[in-house]
C-alpha cells in the first residue's frame, strides 16, 4: 500500500471512530430543541424544555445536593488524604504497602461492591441501634444512636470513603519526590516545625493537592452507583437522572445533556487555555 | 522529613472502619442464613445462577476484545501526531468521558429503539425495521461506547513511549506490516494493553445499569443479580452478599492475570 492511501485511511479511521463517540451525543442536543415528546422524530424548534427543566424542582434540588456533598466531600477527603500522606510518609516501608494496598480497594473493587459493603455496614449500624434503643435491659444512657441514618449522613461518608485514596495517590508520590534540604533549609533559617510546614511544605504541595480536591469533586459529582446503594430515599443529581430514564419519554433529560455537555466543555477550554497561559509565562521568564 | 505519624491516625481509622470493615461484614453474610447460623448454602445456591455469570462473562469479555480491537490503531495513530494535535485529540476522547454515564447509556436508548433513529434510517433505504434494543448486542455495544476511552488512554499512554525510529529500524530490517505489528508494537504497548483490559473488563462484567437499560429484563448480568437482593424484590442480604464475593473473587483473578505486565501504569491512569 502507498503512504497516501494508508494515511487516507487512517483519516477515514479516526473518523468513524470520534463519530461514534460523538453521534449519540449530537442526536440527544438535537433533540433538546424537538417540539414533539418524540425520541425519534423532529418535528419544529423549541425551548419549551430547557424552560421546564429550570422549573423543575426534583433535578434542582439534586443538583444543589449533587453539589453540596461534592464540595463536603471533597474538602474533608483532601484534609483527610493530606493528613495520611504525611503520615504514612514517617512509616515503616512495609507499614506503608500494606496501607496503600487496602487503600486501594476502593479504586480497584467494583464500585456495586464498594456500594453494598457500605450499605450493609449502614444496616448492621442500624439493627445494632435498633436493638439497644428497644430493649429494655439496656441501660437509658445508651439509648442515644439515631436509627433512620440512610441519607446525607450516608451519603457523604461513602462519598469520602471513593474519594480519599484518590487524594492519596496524588499527593503521595509529589511528597516522596519532595527535596528534604528545603524542609530543613527553613529549619536552619529559624522556622519551627510548624512554619516549616505552612510556608515550604504545604506551598510545595499545592498543586497536587489542588488537582486532587478537584478530582474529588468530579468523581463524587459523576457518582451513580455507590450512591445508589447509600443515599436512602434522596436523589442527587445521577440518580435524579435515573429515575427519570426509567419514565421513557422526558426530553427534558436530552436538555439536561446537552447543558451539561455545554458547561463541561467550556470548563475544559477555560482551564486549557489558563495552562496554555500560564506555560507561555513561565516560558517568557526562562 | 516531618515524622508525625499521629497525622495518618483519622485516615487509619476511616480506613478500617469503612473499607475493611464493610467488607468483613460482606463475607460474614455471605456464610451465614438468616438467624446467623455458620452456612454454605449461599454459595451453593450461586449455582443456579451460572447462566446468569457466564453471560456477564461473556458480554464483558466481548466488550473487551472489541474495544482492545477498535483503540489499538486509535492510540497508535494518536500517538504519531505533532505534540499539539495529540492533545486535541486526547481532549476528544476524554471529553464524552465527562458525561455523566447514565446520560450516555440514555442517547443510545433513542437511537436503538424499534421505532428509533437508526431503524427510521434503514427503513428510509427500505431494510429493516431490526430489533436492536433489549438485546444481548445492545448491551456490549453500551459497554464498548462508555468504556471505549478507558481503552484508548492508557494504550495511547504505552505508545507515546515507543521510539519512531524502533518502527523503522524493524521495517529497514525486512519487517512488514504485519510482523511489525507483532514482533514490535504489540510487545511494546503490553503495559498499556494489560491496564486497558482491567479498566475495561472489570466496570463491564460488574454493570447494572447499562444490561437494565439496554437488554430490558431478558439480559441480566451479576450486578442486576446483586442490586436484586439488596434494593429489589428478593431481597435476599445473604445471597447478595454471596454473590459480591464471588464477583470480587472473578475481579481479583481477572486483576492478578494482567498485573504480570504493568506495575508502573496506573498511576498515569488515574
Redesign the interface.
Given at each position: 500500500m502507498k503512504k497516501q492511501h494508508l494515511a487516507a485511511l487512517q483519516k477515514v479511521y479516526l473518523c468513524l471512530i470520534f463519530s461514534f463517540l460523538y453521534v449519540p451525543i449530537a442526536v440527544m442536543m438535537v433533540f433538546s430543541f424537538n417540539e414533539s415528546k418524540s425520541r425519534t422524530l423532529f418535528t419544529g424548534f423549541t425551548l419549551k424544555w430547557y424552560k421546564s427543566l429550570l422549573h423543575n424542582e426534583m433535578i434542582l434540588e439534586a443538583l444543589w445536593l449533587s453539589l453540596v456533598v461534592a464540595f463536603l466531600a471533597a474538602t474533608v477527603a483532601t484534609i483527610l488524604g493530606v493528613m495520611a500522606s504525611i503520615g504514612i510518609s514517617g512509616m515503616k516501608k512495609r507499614t506503608q504497602g500494606v496501607i496503600n494496598t487496602v487503600s486501594y480497594l476502593p479504586v480497584v473493587n467494583p464500585e456495586i461492591i464498594t456500594g453494598v459493603s457500605l450499605m450493609m455496614l449502614f444496616v448492621v449500624y442500624v439493627n445494632v441501634a435498633h436493638w439497644l434503643n428497644s430493649n429494655p435491659e439496656v441501660p437509658g444512657f445508651l439509648k442515644f444512636l439515631p436509627e433512620n441514618i440512610f441519607g446525607f449522613g450516608t451519603l457523604l461518608i461513602a462519598h469520602i470513603t471513593f474519594c480519599v485514596p484518590y487524594v492519596i495517590f496524588n499527593v503521595a508520590p509529589k511528597l516522596r519526590r519532595m527535596d528534604v534540604r528545603m524542609y530543613e533549609a527553613a529549619l536552619d533559617l529559624g522556622c519551627n516545625p510548624r512554619q516549616a510546614f505552612f510556608k515550604v511544605v504545604l506551598p510545595e504541595l499545592m498543586p497536587a493537592i489542588l488537582s486532587a480536591f478537584l478530582i474529588s469533586l468530579t468523581y463524587s459529582i459523576d457518582d451513580f452507583i455507590i450512591s445508589y446503594f447509600s443515599c436512602g430515599t434522596l436523589q442527587t443529581l445521577p440518580i435524579a437522572i435515573y429515575s427519570m430514564t426509567r419514565k421513557k419519554v422526558s426530553p427534558e433529560i436530552n436538555a439536561l445533556s446537552t447543558i451539561m455537555f455545554v458547561a463541561i466543555l467550556c470548563i475544559i477550554l477555560v482551564s486549557n487555555a489558563l495552562e496554555s497561559r500560564s506555560y507561555r509565562k513561565k516560558r517568557v521568564k526562562e | 522529613?516531618?515524622?508525625?505519624?499521629?497525622?495518618?491516625?483519622?485516615?487509619?481509622v476511616?480506613?478500617v472502619?469503612?473499607?475493611?470493615?464493610?467488607?468483613a461484614?460482606?463475607t460474614y453474610?455471605a456464610f451465614t442464613d438468616k438467624a446467623g447460623n455458620f452456612t454454605l448454602e449461599n454459595l451453593m445456591i450461586i449455582g443456579q445462577y451460572s447462566t446468569v455469570f457466564v453471560r456477564s462473562l461473556l458480554l464483558a469479555a466481548e466488550a473487551t476484545v472489541i474495544c482492545l480491537v477498535?483503540s489499538f490503531?486509535?492510540s497508535y495513530?494518536l500517538s504519531r501526531q505533532r505534540a499539539a494535535k495529540q492533545k486535541i485529540?486526547l481532549?476528544?476522547?476524554m471529553?464524552?468521558m465527562?458525561?455523566?454515564?447514565?446520560?450516555?447509556?440514555?442517547?443510545?436508548?433513542?437511537?436503538l429503539?424499534n421505532?428509533?433513529?437508526i431503524n427510521?434510517i434503514l427503513g428510509f433505504f427500505g431494510i429493516g425495521p431490526f430489533q436492536m434494543i433489549y438485546t444481548s448486542g445492545a448491551v456490549v455495544l453500551g459497554m464498548v461506547?462508555n468504556f471505549?476511552p478507558y481503552m484508548i488512554l492508557p494504550l495511547y499512554t504505552a505508545m507515546t513511549k515507543i521510539d519512531n525510529s524502533v518502527i523503522e529500524a524493524a521495517q529497514d530490517l525486512g519487517a512488514g506490516m504485519f510482523k511489525t505489528l507483532t514482533k514490535v508494537l504489540i510487545p511494546l504497548s503490553a503495559p498499556g494493553i494489560a491496564t486497558g483490559i482491567t479498566m475495561v473488563f472489570?466496570?463491564s462484567?460488574?454493570t447494572?445499569?447499562i444490561s437494565r437499560?439496554l437488554g430490558g429484563g431478558s439480559n441480566m448480568l451479576i450486578?442486576d443479580l446483586?442490586?436484586l437482593q439488596?434494593?429489589g424484590n428478593s431481597y435476599n442480604?445473604n445471597l447478595?452478599?454471596a454473590l459480591?464475593l464471588v464477583?470480587?473473587v472473578i475481579?481479583l483473578l481477572c486483576?492478578s492475570f494482567t498485573n504480570g505486565f504493568d506495575d508502573e501504569d496506573m498511576?498515569g491512569v488515574?
Amino acid at each position: 500500500m502507498k503512504k497516501q492511501h494508508l494515511a487516507a485511511l487512517q483519516k477515514v479511521y479516526l473518523c468513524l471512530i470520534f463519530s461514534f463517540l460523538y453521534v449519540p451525543i449530537a442526536v440527544m442536543m438535537v433533540f433538546s430543541f424537538n417540539e414533539s415528546k418524540s425520541r425519534t422524530l423532529f418535528t419544529g424548534f423549541t425551548l419549551k424544555w430547557y424552560k421546564s427543566l429550570l422549573h423543575n424542582e426534583m433535578i434542582l434540588e439534586a443538583l444543589w445536593l449533587s453539589l453540596v456533598v461534592a464540595f463536603l466531600a471533597a474538602t474533608v477527603a483532601t484534609i483527610l488524604g493530606v493528613m495520611a500522606s504525611i503520615g504514612i510518609s514517617g512509616m515503616k516501608k512495609r507499614t506503608q504497602g500494606v496501607i496503600n494496598t487496602v487503600s486501594y480497594l476502593p479504586v480497584v473493587n467494583p464500585e456495586i461492591i464498594t456500594g453494598v459493603s457500605l450499605m450493609m455496614l449502614f444496616v448492621v449500624y442500624v439493627n445494632v441501634a435498633h436493638w439497644l434503643n428497644s430493649n429494655p435491659e439496656v441501660p437509658g444512657f445508651l439509648k442515644f444512636l439515631p436509627e433512620n441514618i440512610f441519607g446525607f449522613g450516608t451519603l457523604l461518608i461513602a462519598h469520602i470513603t471513593f474519594c480519599v485514596p484518590y487524594v492519596i495517590f496524588n499527593v503521595a508520590p509529589k511528597l516522596r519526590r519532595m527535596d528534604v534540604r528545603m524542609y530543613e533549609a527553613a529549619l536552619d533559617l529559624g522556622c519551627n516545625p510548624r512554619q516549616a510546614f505552612f510556608k515550604v511544605v504545604l506551598p510545595e504541595l499545592m498543586p497536587a493537592i489542588l488537582s486532587a480536591f478537584l478530582i474529588s469533586l468530579t468523581y463524587s459529582i459523576d457518582d451513580f452507583i455507590i450512591s445508589y446503594f447509600s443515599c436512602g430515599t434522596l436523589q442527587t443529581l445521577p440518580i435524579a437522572i435515573y429515575s427519570m430514564t426509567r419514565k421513557k419519554v422526558s426530553p427534558e433529560i436530552n436538555a439536561l445533556s446537552t447543558i451539561m455537555f455545554v458547561a463541561i466543555l467550556c470548563i475544559i477550554l477555560v482551564s486549557n487555555a489558563l495552562e496554555s497561559r500560564s506555560y507561555r509565562k513561565k516560558r517568557v521568564k526562562e | 522529613m516531618i515524622k508525625n505519624r499521629k497525622l495518618a491516625a483519622p485516615y487509619l481509622v476511616w480506613m478500617v472502619v469503612f473499607i475493611l470493615v464493610p467488607l468483613a461484614i460482606v463475607t460474614y453474610f455471605a456464610f451465614t442464613d438468616k438467624a446467623g447460623n455458620f452456612t454454605l448454602e449461599n454459595l451453593m445456591i450461586i449455582g443456579q445462577y451460572s447462566t446468569v455469570f457466564v453471560r456477564s462473562l461473556l458480554l464483558a469479555a466481548e466488550a473487551t476484545v472489541i474495544c482492545l480491537v477498535l483503540s489499538f490503531p486509535v492510540s497508535y495513530f494518536l500517538s504519531r501526531q505533532r505534540a499539539a494535535k495529540q492533545k486535541i485529540f486526547l481532549m476528544l476522547v476524554m471529553l464524552p468521558m465527562w458525561m455523566n454515564f447514565l446520560l450516555r447509556t440514555y442517547a443510545w436508548m433513542s437511537l436503538l429503539e424499534n421505532n428509533g433513529i437508526i431503524n427510521r434510517i434503514l427503513g428510509f433505504f427500505g431494510i429493516g425495521p431490526f430489533q436492536m434494543i433489549y438485546t444481548s448486542g445492545a448491551v456490549v455495544l453500551g459497554m464498548v461506547y462508555n468504556f471505549l476511552p478507558y481503552m484508548i488512554l492508557p494504550l495511547y499512554t504505552a505508545m507515546t513511549k515507543i521510539d519512531n525510529s524502533v518502527i523503522e529500524a524493524a521495517q529497514d530490517l525486512g519487517a512488514g506490516m504485519f510482523k511489525t505489528l507483532t514482533k514490535v508494537l504489540i510487545p511494546l504497548s503490553a503495559p498499556g494493553i494489560a491496564t486497558g483490559i482491567t479498566m475495561v473488563f472489570v466496570p463491564s462484567v460488574s454493570t447494572f445499569i447499562i444490561s437494565r437499560m439496554l437488554g430490558g429484563g431478558s439480559n441480566m448480568l451479576i450486578g442486576d443479580l446483586i442490586e436484586l437482593q439488596f434494593l429489589g424484590n428478593s431481597y435476599n442480604y445473604n445471597l447478595g452478599s454471596a454473590l459480591s464475593l464471588v464477583l470480587m473473587v472473578i475481579v481479583l483473578l481477572c486483576m492478578s492475570f494482567t498485573n504480570g505486565f504493568d506495575d508502573e501504569d496506573m498511576e498515569g491512569v488515574v
